[in-house]
């Protein structure tokens, strides 16, 4: 199928017959057999002026699908292909705004990831220093036990003092 112009086909169908269509009489020939079915304005719910004709020819094969055709023609009418078009255009701005609405979704993501990447190494980093303190704490910690353990030890000695005498 080709590209369709949808801008065409809206000056188009804002230039064709207005209102609703119908299927209305048929013709047919001498012999009784059916030439043509007429699509019709409608007007208070009846056929009224001729918009279209749908021949039988050696295109359509049946009386059936003339009608069909008649139909189809009746049923997308002006005001159906309008609203279609509308209903398009409604959709595009849709899309057009989900689009903006996924692509700040993707950029707050993006951020996110970066701050994310950002807080991982902070914690990396602070887990180093935290590992560095441990170990401070370790050294400090067995270095007062070693002077708790000193104090202890000359606490527990007997110390003799000399006097000295008067000389």
């Not at 991982?120 to 980093?125: G, K, T, W």
């Not at 560095?132 to 067995?142: M, N, P, V, Y």
């Not at 270095?143 to 000359?154: G, V």
Request: a negative charge; hydrophobic letters at 40%.
């Amino acid at each position: 199928m080709s590209k369709i112009d949808y801008q065409a086909l809206r000056a188009k169908a804002e230039k064709a017959t207005k209102g609703s269509y119908i299927v209305g009489h048929t013709s047919v020939n001498r012999h009784d057999n059916l030439t043509g079915v007429f699509v019709c304005q409608k007007w208070k719910g009846e056929p009224g002026g001729v918009i279209a004709e749908c021949h039988v020819n050696c295109l359509v094969e049946t009386d059936v699908q003339a009608y069909a055709n008649a139909e189809f023609i009746a049923a997308f009418n002006p005001n159906v292909a309008l609203a279609l078009l509308d209903e398009r255009e409604r959709n595009l701005q849709y899309i057009k705004s989900r689009d903006q609405e996924n692509e700040e979704i993707a950029l707050t993501v993006g951020k996110l990831r970066v701050e994310l990447e950002a807080a991982e190494n902070n914690l990396i980093d602070s887990e180093c220093h935290v590992a560095e303190l441990e170990e401070a704490l370790r050294d400090k910690q067995a270095l007062l036990e070693a002077s708790e353990k000193r104090i202890a030890e000359l606490e527990a000695q007997t110390v003799t003092v000399k006097e000295v005498g008067d000389a």
